[in-house]
């Protein structure tokens, strides 16, 4: 019997109970990441810091190359997607989201959004360095997707507006103004709230996957605005569909997709760093 209670004994050291999904971090101690620097020229002689402006490229371009067709499909007449409507495009962001940032988090983050970039900048968690070389890599990406589009069907993606982002008719530029940055603080706010580590640790009870949060924010705001401005909220998708549409009225309101997003990233990080940080940690350990 003794020979059998040491058998059970290492049994239960070697093979602990595994615990429920979630729970883990309410064993471990939280620990502030310290800001990052301002600029960190280091960077620039790291592998992993290209590897994450590719990765942010690809994601991006892949993003433009799904809605973009998404958005044709619906809008042709007659076309066999036309049942599908505002719900389907809405579908297509938010579960393209969902899919990207599930890849790429591991590598870049997971960002494909320039106002997703700077907000997290403005929040201390990435370098200039980097913030930049991501808008910058974002802003290509889409470039790429939406050319891709336009080459499998010229003719249609320009009597279709190529999905480029307008305010539209009965809409005036200040209510596609405040769309855009109630819309883009919806995401960048959801984005704080599901990777900040703070608030997974105290609240570890609770069992969240990031990306999952982040994609339904994007289908939501784009449910509510696509009648306003067909929803921008990511500055790089706007600039890649205007440039590749390339028609004047495509312009005439591009500055709202740039300037709303911006705003409403800056106000989320700021509402983020003064209220949700401010709660006090509390181990439930």
């Known amino acids: 019997m003794e ?10 050291n070697k093979f602990s109970e595994r615990q429920p999904l979630g729970t883990s971090a309410q064993t471990k101690d939280y620990k502030e990441t310290p800001p990052a620097p301002l600029f960190e020229p280091g960077e620039l002689q790291s592998w992993s810091f290209w590897r994450a402006g590719i990765a942010e490229f690809m994601a991006t371009f892949l993003f433009l190359y799904i809605t973009i067709l998404t958005v044709m499909g619906v809008v042709k007449s007659p076309s066999k997607c036309a049942t599908v409507g505002i719900q389907g495009i809405a579908w297509a962001f938010g579960g393209m989201i969902f899919a990207l940032v599930y ?29 930049i070389f991501y808008i910058v890599m974002q802003c290509l990406g889409a470039i790429c997707g939406a050319g891709v589009v336009k080459g499998f069907q010229k003719s249609q993606y320009e009597v279709l507006g190529g999905g480029a982002n307008v305010v539209n008719p009965g809409y005036t530029k200040g209510d596609g103004l405040g769309a855009e940055i109630v819309g883009t603080f919806v995401l960048v706010y959801t984005v704080f709230s599901a990777t900040d580590a703070k608030r997974n640790a105290r609240d570890s009870h609770v069992p969240i996957l990031a990306p999952l949060p982040i994609g339904f924010a994007v289908f939501l705001v784009h449910l509510a605005t696509i009648p306003i401005t067909g929803t921008g909220i990511n500055p790089a998708r706007s600039l890649g569909a205007a440039i590749i549409y390339n028609r004047d009225h495509a312009w005439d309101d591009h500055w709202i997709f740039w300037v709303g997003p911006f705003i409403g990233a800056a106000l989320a990080a700021l509402y983020h760093q003064i209220v949700i940080r401010a709660i006090p940690f509390k181990s439930r350990s």
């Open 103 to 131: 890849c790429t988090a591991g590598i870049s983050g997971g960002h494909i959004n320039p106002a997703v970039t700077f907000g997290l900048f403005l929040a201390r968690k990435l370098s200039l360095t980097r913030a």
């Open 3 to 12: 020979g059998k209670e040491e058998d059970v004994k290492l049994g239960a």
